[in-house]
């Protein structure tokens, strides 16, 4: 009864309801929604009237199925409809060559820019936030210019040649030349490439102004940051691969002590059992492994766990000898940090001295930053660099977020450690959970490289994966109220889960503990319901030069197939809100 309750008053489900909404800002919480939660599931037999512009909708059902609320511009979003069913990822550049740049922009902000992105620069964005803003809808704001790859260079300079000893590096952390395009099979996300750490300092201040465009448009706003931008991939490769040994080592001698397969908070070494085998490895004796947990302060309760275990690397990580790790396949002894030498310990230098420059920005504004996930072989230092970040800056409040993938087999250990580790050291854990943008790309590298892929099997497993992280996090919410977490999704089965466990949880939407979000121009029957009845919920905002996003605009056409499937329901309800319109004589007016 309680998922169904929650539903309706997601506006979730089929209603006959029709009319327009106010505009103005509303009163919000739970308390505005009882009404219609205690009606239950049932559908609605008396059509009853749209709400009038002086009193707000009975329930979210009646905003959920109301076309006016969803797509004021309704004829852009018909012609977005028909334009994409031609399936051609090359219309956009054949239609430039043929209009010319001017006739070609106009038709771009009558469909695909128009429909996907905000505008062109800070001022021309202000309409739009303003009006979402008016129906409970916040912002995070995506500068989305970038690289079209349709030149070599862009290929030679995003996959950056091996620096030699190739051949003994992990197969999913070698570069690979077929994939230094890391646009291919890339949906829902957009990509920098390295040229140089001047290249990294403009993004940067490119980031900076978007900052500062967050703070002048929207209330309560984010801004999204990538770090590949900010650091050479290379770097982040590397890092990513000495970061995924050290725990792999971990798991190793827990194996060898019975424990595999278990939870990752649930595997402890015995302090014991562990210096001994260190020894026996010839990693450590057992003075300079007590050593370690001595000025670590770790171990004091006899067990040693996988967060223990990476505060153990980053401080042995300074020291004057090699920490050495065994082979998997060799057995023999080789450095953890064999090619993580003096220049990679700079790029971490500059790679965190930007966020902190960002992350002050940020703070000053009013703003926090969404930091992205990106592809799995850049992801374990991203994910570092960030929890890195949110220590020093998530001390009073959630600042910094994280964002974790959940079509990932790894994403809930990630997800629990990070919250285990917030915990301990008593700074807000700030999340954005995704079911991820590059699984076509990453299988297709772990089949041509052999390496195990590491995306979930199935779309139901994902979907297990992401309520399963989710549940955690609003768990945590309840019993700390240091947790936030945004709930990115076009998946409406995960809305009306996320709904019913706060009900359950007692976590009200106006703790602002729980936000919701989705992409600009898709599933307006989700985001705008939710903002009326006072849910925070965000529009991820990319904006540009229409000259300058059409490689994110050429991915959304490339995305139509899915989109068209998950689109059912708006197109049914744009047709109704035509033949109302025809009906009473007002085409082109609400």
């Known amino acids: 009864m309680l998922e169904a309750q929650s539903a309706r008053a997601a506006g979730l489900e089929g209603s006959q309801s029709c009319g327009t909404v106010r505009t103005e800002p509303q009163p919000q919480g739970w308390g505005r929604l009882a009404p219609s939660l205690a009606l239950g599931w049932r559908k609605r037999t008396v059509r009853k009237p749209g709400p009038t512009p002086g009193r707000r909708a009975s329930s979210f059902q009646d905003l959920s199925n109301n076309p006016a609320v969803l797509l004021p511009r309704c004829w852009e979003q018909l012609l977005l409809l028909l334009a994409i069913s031609a399936d051609d990822p090359q219309l956009l550049q054949l239609c430039q060559r043929v209009l010319g ?114 703070s002048g448009s929207s209330e309560d706003g984010f801004s999204a940051i990538k770090l590949t931008a900010l650091a050479r991939p290379q770097f982040l490769v ?152 949110q220590r020093r800056f998530n001390g009073s409040q959630p600042l910094i977020y994280n964002t974790y993938q959940c079509y990932l087999r790894e994403a809930y250990n990630n997800v629990t450690g990070d919250v285990e580790l917030s915990r301990r050291e008593g700074w807000h854990f700030g999340t954005k959970l995704v079911r991820g943008a590059y699984m076509e790309q990453e299988r297709e590298r772990a089949a041509q490289m052999g390496y195990e892929d590491p995306i979930n099997p199935t779309y139901e497993k994902t979907n297990e994966m992401y309520h399963r992280c989710l549940d955690y996090v609003l768990e945590e919410i309840k019993q700390s109220r240091k947790a936030s977490v945004m709930v990115a999704s076009h998946n409406e089965d995960t809305v009306k889960f996320t709904l019913r466990r706060m009900m359950e949880l007692g976590i009200h939407p106006s703790d602002k503990k729980v936000c919701f979000g989705q992409l600009l121009g898709m599933c307006d029957q989700i985001t705008f319901p939710l903002g009326q009845a006072g849910f925070p919920v965000y529009k991820y905002v990319p904006y540009g030069p229409v000259k300058e996003v059409l490689p994110y605009l050429s991915r959304r056409a490339q995305e139509n197939r899915g989109f068209m499937q998950r689109a059912n329901r708006e197109r049914d309800l744009l047709w109704k809100e035509v033949k109302r319109r025809l009906l009473t004589g007002n085409l082109f007016s609400p």
């Open 238 to 389: 590397r890092f990513s691969e000495v970061l995924v040994k050290w725990r792999r080592f971990f798991h190793q001698m827990a194996a060898e002590e019975g424990q595999a397969g278990r939870a990752v908070l649930d595997t402890k070494l015995e302090v014991e059992k562990l210096q001994e085998a260190l020894a026996k490895l010839g990693i450590a004796s057992k003075t300079e492994s007590q050593q370690w947990f001595t000025g670590e302060n770790l171990g004091t309760n006899g067990t040693v766990d996988l967060l223990d275990w990476n505060s153990l690397f980053d401080s042995r990580t300074k020291l004057s000898r090699p920490l050495l790790i065994p082979n998997r396949k060799t057995g023999q002894l080789e450095p953890l940090l064999l090619r993580f030498g003096e220049e990679e310990e700079l790029q971490m230098k500059r790679v965190l001295q930007r966020m902190d420059v960002l992350a002050r920005r940020a703070m000053e504004k009013g703003v926090r930053l969404m930091v992205d996930a990106e592809q799995s072989y850049f992801q374990p230092a991203i994910s570092h660099l960030t929890v890195e970040t």
């Open 101 to 214: 740049q001017t006739l070609f922009e106009r038709l771009m902000k009558m469909t695909f820019y128009g429909q996907f992105v905000a505008g062109e620069d800070q001022e021309a964005i202000k309409p739009l936030l303003r009006r979402n803003q008016a129906f409970g809808v916040g912002a995070v704001l995506d500068y989305s210019v970038e690289e079209d790859l349709s030149d070599g260079r862009s290929r030679t300079s995003a996959a950056e040649k091996e620096m030699g000893g190739a051949e003994k590096r992990e197969k999913q952390y070698r570069a690979h030349q077929g994939f230094g395009d890391h646009h291919g099979g890339v949906t829902g996300a957009h990509t920098y490439f390295y040229a140089d750490e001047a290249k990294c300092d403009q993004h940067m201040e490119t980031f900076l102004r978007c900052i500062d465009a967050s």
